[in-house]
């Protein structure tokens, strides 16, 4: 607490290290990282500095805003009371850094910009093992939304599979297609939950690529694979939905649910029961597909998901 007080009247000179200028109105900004040189999946400390080109007043920087705009995309980390920050560089590449600096404690307003360039470097690696290591510890994601994505694909797609298996492990009479249809109706909040996630995931994750009108959704790389995704998507969406409102209603009148018949309806017999099941289940396994194939497309063309 004595340090971290210290620190904020500025009475811990920070160390110095190779820095970029820039000038801006009547400011003079520095920046500079330690490492000097950030390797890609190490921690660096990033710093910001403002002097008064008029007097030579270093002045007192009371919080920041850094867009971080690396090749997949932006990222904003807001650090107050301080003029550093810790972050870890996930991938080697020229990072673009645009600060926005606060010169006053109102957290609400900044006071000037300024753009600089992070030149991360690709660690070195001393082994195959230790290579494969760093590019498997480099592809896992860092960021809650693609968490939230990963997350809703193996919700969504677990819960599909227990349903198929289902259908193949029960017999093919009234009981256990009844069994069936129970399973399929429970897994559909499941399903409604992982659909609704991957939906808000994916537009947020859009967003993040500046995907923020429908223009640029045909204007980058990333905008057209999101497209193609997209139309995956709906497809599997609208099997789901007519396998739900249609088939299984059917179905679940047929086994004997508490759902009656509607106003002339005849009951199916055990044959005709037998292939509206079978009907579902195929559907089910073309939902799977459908969502597979877009998760696969998605994951081949990761590396043009940087926008043009």
């Avoid at 190779?18 to 950030?38: A, C």
């Avoid at 650090?79 to 645009?98: A, C, E, K, M, V």
């Avoid at 990963?150 to 797609?157: D, E, G, P, S």
Wanted: aromatic share 12%.
């Amino acid at each position: 607490m004595v340090l971290f007080g210290f620190q904020l009247t500025g009475l811990i000179p920070v160390q110095a290290h190779p820095k970029q200028v820039q000038l801006t109105g009547d400011y003079e900004i520095t920046y500079f990282s330690d490492p000097q040189d950030p390797i890609a999946g190490s921690q660096a400390t990033l710093f910001i500095q403002v002097r008064n080109v008029a007097s030579g007043a270093q002045l007192r920087v009371y919080h920041f805003l850094v867009e971080m705009i690396p090749p997949d995309g932006p990222r904003l980390i807001q650090h107050p009371t301080s003029n550093s920050t810790t972050f870890t560089f996930d991938q080697p590449g020229n990072w673009i850094l645009l600060f926005e600096i606060g010169l006053t404690a109102n957290l609400g307003v900044f006071d000037t910009s300024a753009t600089f360039l992070a030149d991360v470097s690709q660690a070195q690696t001393s082994g195959l093992f230790t290579a494969f290591f760093n590019v498997l510890l480099s592809s896992i994601p860092k960021s809650y939304k693609r968490w939230g994505h990963i997350f809703a694909v193996v919700l969504w797609l677990g819960t599909m599979l227990h349903v198929v298996n289902t259908y193949r492990s029960s017999p093919r009479e009234r009981t256990g297609l009844s069994n069936f249809a129970r399973t399929y109706r429970q897994a559909d909040l499941v399903v409604a939950v992982a659909v609704g996630l991957l939906i808000l995931t994916g537009v947020l994750r859009a967003f993040d690529h500046g995907l923020t009108t429908p223009p640029t959704l045909f204007e980058s790389d990333f905008g057209l694979v999101l497209f193609a995704k997209i139309s995956l998507a709906a497809g599997m969406i609208a099997i789901g939905l007519f396998n739900r409102a249609y088939l299984l209603r059917n179905l679940e009148r047929a086994v004997g649910s508490s759902q009656p018949l509607a106003p002339g309806q005849v009951e199916l017999s055990g044959k005709k029961t037998w292939v509206l099941a079978n009907r579902i289940y195929c559907l089910t396994i073309l939902e799977m597909g459908l969502g597979v194939t877009a998760i696969l497309f998605g994951t081949v063309f990761t590396q043009i998901h940087t926008i043009a």
